[in-house]
C-alpha cells in the first residue's frame, strides 16, 4: 500500500521539477556542476548568498513561502500565480494538471525549514530548504510522509516565480 504513496510524493514533488531527466543523485550532480544550480546540494554546508539586496531577500521568500502556502491550502489559484509559465524546468500546463489531480486525491502538508537563499543575480534566485512532507490519500485514509532536501529556482518576472526544483529525498 506504501509504494502508491511513494509514487505519488514522486509526482507532486517532481511536478515542478518536471525536467525529463531522472532524478538521481548523478543526474543532480551533473546539472550542479553544470551551473544549473549553484552549490552542493548533498554537502551537509548551506551558505546564505551575501549579495542579496534586503528588499528582494523578503520578496523572494515571501515568494517562496506563497509557493508552500498555496500547495498545503491546496489553492490552485494561488499556487497558478507563483508557477512561471516560462518555467525551465516543467511544463506549466502539465504541472498545474499534476498538481490539480494531487490536491483531488491526497492531503498534503510541506513543512520547509532552514529557508536560505543560496544563489542570486538580477534575473534568478535559487532558494534551499529542508522539506518535510506528510501526505493522507483522501479515500483510503493511508498515510506516508517524507523528508528531503529542496532547491526552488525562482526566475524574476512581474515577480519571483518558481520555475524550476530540485529535490533529493533522505532514506
Do not use: H
Amino acid at each position: 500500500m506504501k509504494k502508491w504513496l511513494v509514487a505519488v510524493l514522486v509526482v507532486f514533488v517532481l511536478a515542478a521539477c518536471g525536467d525529463k531527466q531522472e532524478v538521481s543523485p548523478e543526474n543532480l550532480q551533473k546539472t550542479i556542476d553544470e551551473g544549473t544550480v549553484g552549490f552542493e546540494m548533498m554537502g551537509d554546508s548551506i551558505e546564505e548568498a551575501t549579495d542579496v539586496p534586503e528588499e528582494e531577500k523578503n520578496n523572494i521568500i515571501s515568494a517562496f513561502n506563497e509557493y508552500i502556502a498555496a500547495f498545503n491550502e491546496k489553492d490552485l489559484e494561488r499556487y497558478k500565480n507563483i508557477i512561471s509559465k516560462n518555467a525551465t524546468g516543467f511544463n506549466y500546463d502539465e504541472d498545474i494538471k499534476a498538481v490539480s489531480d494531487v490536491f483531488n486525491q491526497y492531503d498534503v502538508k510541506r513543512t520547509a525549514e532552514d529557508i536560505t537563499i543560496v544563489k542570486y543575480s538580477d534575473e534568478e534566485a535559487q532558494v534551499f530548504s529542508n522539506l518535510k512532507t506528510e501526505t493522507k490519500e483522501i479515500d483510503t485514509g493511508a498515510e506516508l510522509s517524507g523528508v528531503g532536501r529542496q532547491v526552488t529556482v525562482f526566475k524574476k518576472e512581474d515577480s519571483w516565480k518558481v520555475s524550476s526544483i530540485y529535490y533529493i529525498g533522505s532514506e
